[in-house]
């Protein structure tokens, strides 16, 4: 299983203002993925970040507002833009173990925008 | 495209007794994986217990086991001697064999254990 970090754990931002979240993997991989966890709901794709190419976005999701950055295989970042109250979520990124054991989860980033 | 459901928002059980936690998906694809996760207060992903769809033996973790029903598309989930720890949120997924590896994910099932 990989070692995955985010920074920052948690943050309160005002509306309007941008807020980039960091995804830091202890060995190389492929694909990194980003979700977002609405209060009290599951978890919903974001895009899936590929090292050396566009990430890919799911529907609904832009990447005016959702650029995503993945500089090397063991990085990524999601940068949540012109932030809204409803952007308030815990925002989540994986990364893929061997095809059957799924995904491995980050601890998350809780946003909340005032 | 491939939906996900768990039509038991919040169940409740008591230390030391079973629970089963039920889940249903809707695919036309003939191999894939299904996983369940908890999500405890802390919010962290875990992964608890993978099934691939190919294998006919139901998949077991200590405590943790399915119900894998290929046919009826049903993927429950068997908590037994369940323990406060067990008290979370709990995920199934979906995953395509091969292509994207996305995800895809139920609702949840809020699962608190009583002492």
């Known amino acids: 299983s990989a070692v995955i970090s985010q920074k920052p754990s948690r943050d309160i931002c005002q509306r309007g203002t941008s807020l980039t979240i960091q995804c830091q993997v202890d060995s190389q991989v492929t694909m990194m993925f980003w979700y977002r966890q609405q209060p009290g709901q599951s978890l919903t794709l974001i895009a899936t970040?590929?090292?050396?190419?566009?990430?890919?976005?799911e529907s609904g999701f832009v990447i005016d507002k959702f650029p995503i950055s993945r500089p090397n295989l063991t990085f990524s970042t999601l940068t949540v833009s012109n932030m809204s109250p409803e952007d308030s979520s815990i925002y989540l990124c994986?990364?893929?173990?061997?095809?059957?054991?799924?995904?491995?989860f980050g601890p998350g980033t809780r946003l909340t925008v005032l | 495209a491939q939906t996900v459901t768990q039509s038991q928002p919040e169940m409740s059980v008591q230390e030391a007794e079973t629970v089963t936690l039920s889940c249903t998906y809707d695919t036309s694809e003939n191999n894939y994986y299904l996983f369940w996760y908890k999500q405890p207060p802390s919010r962290q992903m875990i992964l608890v217990i993978r099934?691939?769809?190919?294998?006919?033996q139901n998949a077991t973790e200590n405590r943790f086991s399915v119900n894998f029903q290929k046919a009826a598309k049903s993927f429950s989930l068997k908590i037994s001697d369940s323990q406060l720890g067990d008290t979370a949120m709990y995920f199934c997924?979906?995953?395509?064999?091969?292509?994207?590896?996305?995800?895809?994910f139920g609702k949840g099932t809020k699962l608190t254990v009583n002492p």
């Open positions: 994986s990364v893929t173990g061997t095809e059957n054991e799924g995904q491995f």
């Open positions: 970040a590929n090292q050396g190419s566009e990430a890919t976005y």
């Open positions: 997924a979906f995953m395509n064999q091969g292509g994207s590896e996305k995800l895809v």
């Open positions: 099934q691939e769809a190919y294998k006919q």
